[in-house]
């Protein structure tokens, strides 16, 4: 679609249907591409309906959980759609109601909570987006109980993906979990989910691009395991997203049809990685950074928002790396005291522990530097076939209003400035905010 073309808010989007690459795996036909090979996925069931009503129980039943459900949700989510499926779920066995109070944490207090209120269930049916989707999968594994989602809200692509982002003695950490045996998704409540919602899973979509330059580069750099299948599996719902991003404001059902799929088509490419790397990266790290350290009295801002702003970020530092010369590495000078500093005791010490294994010695240094020398040419072409632009990023986030900047996410400059140089810190992945650390250009980029 060119400019001219272009559509206004509400009007509705002609949208060609993608190939059904989620009904071929849901079958246990579809191939990856790198082995050949079906692959096989833990989640036995996906509808995405224009409607859920009436046949809720119909959808349970047939997974046969066993006779008794707790339905979790929050006060939201509760009277958005967890009141239906509670009562649904009474027709075919018993329910034990667990509604969590305000705005739930997603943090390991929280899960050790949800365990012991659900502890004489046989299953649990988690009725809400990111946070009591998290929060049941996780409590679900520590458990050993299946559980199902009736997603609430296109706001992230955690739905299918085995897991959970979870607060540890404050560090953001992602936490194996246990994936749902069945996600169940009403296009009608999806699309009455309040716009920030929908942009947020717009943002949390996009970062596809920026994931996998990071996992690209690991895998160049750091001999880091990669694989294509999460990405083959995305390719021709993202095409259609990118295609016609303002018709979700405008609430056409086609458009919320193919965000849906993209949300969950990513979410099973974390499964069948067994880890979160084809989704999160570099843009999550800053995210992350964001939820640890953000000023008290920041209003809430969904983590898809974030996300948003921090795949611009990203896009535009991976850009202007692969558009330089060869970066030339230096040794990590940054210490375990350096991070305490910087993080205070117990959190800077978890960082440590993380990203220890990552720092450069002068040795490591001069062996990357000199792999970036004879490749760094054809390592850009191959990045150059999967990157989605920063300015067509820009553009498409332009058309459905997600936030791009830090003062959209309640921000000052400074503070991002820091949250993209330390966010690195965090986690063990060498991403391209490692690189430009590491080769001296990352505080001049952020």
Known sequence: MNDSESATP?????????????????????????????????IRAIAIEESLAGIEADLVRD????????????????????????????????????????????DFATVQLLRSATAESDALVAVGSGTINDLCKCAAAGAGKPYVVFATAPSMNGYTSTNAAITVD??????????????????????????????????????????????????HLRAAPYRQAPFALLAAD?????????????????????????????????TICGGSYPASQGEHLISHYIDMFAPEGRPPYLHGEQVAVATSTMAQIQEAMLSGPPPRLNAVSTTRDDLLRRFGDEIGATCWDECSAKRLSDEEADALSGRIDRTWGDFGSRLARTMIPSATLADVMTRAGCPQTPGAIGLTAKFYRRAVR?????????????LAGDAGRLAALS
């Open 10 to 42: 509400g009007a509705r989007v002609p949208i060609a249907p993608s190939p059904d690459a989620l009904g071929e795996l849901l079958a246990g036909r579809w191939r990856d591409p790198d082995s050949g090979v079906p692959l096989d996925i833990p």
């Open 63 to 106: 997974l046969a959980l066993g006779r008794r459900y707790a339905v979790v949700s929050d006060t939201t989510t509760e009277r958005v759609l967890g009141a239906r499926v509670a009562r649904a779920l009474a027709s075919i066995g018993d329910v034990d109601p667990v509604v969590l109070d305000g705005t739930p944490r997603p």
């Open 170 to 219: 404050g560090h953001k950490k992602s936490l194996a979990a246990r994936a749902p045996i069945g996600v169940f998704v009403d296009l009608g409540v999806f699309a009455a989910a309040p716009l920030r919602m929908i942009q947020s899973g717009i943002g949390d979509s996009l970062c596809r691009s920026t994931a996998q330059a990071d996992w690209l580069l690991a895998n």
């Open 238 to 270: 993202e095409a259609l997203l990118l295609e016609a991003p303002e018709a979700l404001i405008g609430g056409d059902a086609d458009a919320m049809r193919i965000l849906a799929r993209t949300l969950v088509l990513s979410g099973l490419g974390m």
């Open 422 to 434: 330390d966010a690195r810190f965090l986690r063990d992945r060498y991403t391209f905010l490692d």
